[in-house]
């Protein structure tokens, strides 16, 4: 079993920035990837971004540029850095692991306002 806990969230002014953590805990060892979707107001969850355990980063066109995924293994932790925030990167970030299946997140409100 493995469990995630976010953290980071919150209300920021377009233009600004916030960081994301995500802590895996249970049994970390059988990840092969974690990352972030989110999902706006009566819009579809959306990839956010992605990275494996060697690293290989993966991002939505959208972020580019202005975010950035990062890992800890030793701790089991994912960051996601979100630079340069648009009020269109308001939504509600999920972090997930993947080891086989989707392993999800609570959720983290992250509001940007104009």
């Known amino acids: 079993q493995v469990q995630l806990v976010e953290s980071g969230g919150g209300l920021v002014q377009a233009g600004g920035f916030l960081r994301l953590s995500c802590a895996a805990s249970?049994?970390?060892?059988?990840?092969?990837?974690m990352g972030w979707f989110r999902q706006a107001l009566g819009k579809q969850r959306e990839l956010v971004a992605d990275i494996t355990r060697r690293g290989t980063t993966n991002y939505a066109d959208s972020v580019k540029g202005r975010f950035t995924i990062s890992r800890d293994n030793a701790k089991d932790i994912i960051y996601l850095q979100m630079n340069t925030l648009k009020p269109e990167d308001t939504a509600v970030y999920y972090c997930?692991?993947?080891?086989?299946?989707?392993?999800w997140g609570q959720g983290t409100q992250v509001t940007v306002s104009s």
């Open positions: 997930y692991a993947y080891n086989n299946a989707y392993i």
């Open positions: 249970g049994s970390t060892f059988s990840i092969n990837a």
